[in-house]
């Protein structure tokens, strides 16, 4: 009798493995509906969600949620404050991404041209290595590190560079008690944590350009600059525009940093916090929050037409 219900069950699983072979969309769609099923109701959904909350607004008086449809959040985001923060956050997310883009090539460069064996092992273990640890970690190492007691500060004490240091922070904007407390010292822990994004995208667009390419271009008289200006460079840009896709966007969001180096002048993350944790007004959360998610969808549509997405 066991042998016979084995017997039926392995007939059963026989005839649905070949009815799903011999059916290979029907066993695609079986195969991605789970993360379908997930990207549509949790990710998807949950925008939706916030999308739809950024329409209704926090009646001042009782505290509560109004679900009335209405635009006043969207303009008070043209409130100079606000204004100020979206600026803020965009024009940080820009110098990161400049920043990390020109630390990053060389590099890049280096590895994917130059390096061997175990040297290229070590470079890129090198690189991925800060990722092993935690963000957290890192963030405090730099507020240590560029505290007023930090390395940085005794450092240009020693060499005599500390009337360097107290121009810098008298500067208006980036500067501030101390780098640990300043634009500037965000802007170093900024580009220092999403410089792995930006270098493996490039190394991996500069790889695949074939050498026939500079060898003909060295053949045909150019020289080793304007072969790496017309030749390798414009290849290399996808891998650029794919590398900033991480830096421009998790700057953008983060409220981390800004809450540890950071002074009185909010970013977008922290303001969505605020909003959202503090003061419970959840539709104008909804609404800051909608900004970046507007600004990467612009930026990942004009990213997408040349080609960086073939990088990642």
């Not at 020109?102 to 690189?127: K, M």
């Not at 916090?273 to 930026?299: C, D, E, K, R, W």
């Given at each position: 009798m066991t042998e016979t219900i084995q017997l039926s069950r392995r007939s059963t699983l026989q005839r649905i493995s070949t009815y799903l072979y011999t059916h290979p969309n029907l066993l695609l769609a079986l195969l991605f509906s789970l993360p379908?099923?997930?990207?549509?109701?949790?990710?998807?959904?949950?925008?939706?969600?916030?999308?739809?909350n950024s329409f209704f607004r926090l009646d001042e008086f009782s505290g509560k949620v109004v679900r009335e449809f209405t635009l006043k959040n969207y303009l008070d985001l043209l409130k100079?404050?606000?204004?100020d923060i979206v600026l803020r956050t965009v024009g940080m997310a820009i110098a990161v991404t400049l920043a990390?883009?020109?630390?990053?090539?060389?590099?890049?460069?280096?590895?994917?041209?130059?390096?061997?064996?175990?040297?290229?092992?070590?470079?890129?273990?090198?690189?991925?290595?800060?990722?092993?640890?935690?963000?957290?970690?890192?963030?405090?190492?730099?507020?240590?590190?560029?505290?007023?007691?930090?390395?940085?500060?005794?450092?240009?004490a020693k060499i005599g560079l500390t009337w360097l240091l107290d121009g810098i922070l008298s500067l208006p904007v980036i500067g501030g008690p101390s780098l640990s407390i300043s634009m500037i010292g965000m802007f170093i822990a900024f580009t220092y944590i999403w410089l792995p994004y930006m270098i493996l995208p490039i190394q991996a667009a500069l790889e695949r350009v074939p050498r026939s390419l500079l060898e003909a271009s060295a053949d045909l008289g150019a020289r080793p600059g304007e072969t790496f200006r017309t030749v390798l460079l414009p290849l290399a840009i996808p891998g650029v525009i794919a590398g900033s896709i991480f830096t421009f966007s998790l700057t953008l969001g983060d409220f981390i940093v800004p809450s540890v180096l950071g002074n009185s002048s909010?970013?977008?993350?922290?303001?969505?916090?605020?909003?959202?944790?503090?003061?419970?007004?959840?539709?104008?959360?909804?609404?800051?929050?909608?900004?970046?998610?507007?600004?990467?969808?612009?930026?990942?549509?004009?990213?997408?037409?040349?080609?960086?997405?073939?990088?990642?």
């Open positions: 379908l099923l997930y990207m549509l109701i949790v990710y998807i959904g949950s925008l939706a969600g916030m999308l739809v100079p404050t606000n204004r990390d883009a020109a630390l990053a090539f060389p590099l890049a460069y280096y590895i994917a041209r130059f390096a061997q064996g175990r040297a290229r092992a070590l470079l890129y273990l090198a690189v991925i290595l800060p990722l092993w640890s935690s963000y957290l970690v890192r963030v405090y190492s730099w507020k240590l590190i560029l505290a007023k007691e930090g390395i940085v500060s005794w450092l240009l909010f970013f977008i993350g922290q303001a969505v916090l605020s909003h959202q944790g503090t003061s419970g007004n959840i539709p104008f959360a909804a609404t800051f929050t909608v900004v970046p998610v507007v600004i990467m969808l612009i930026y990942l549509t004009l990213a997408r037409r040349t080609g960086a997405f073939e990088a990642l």
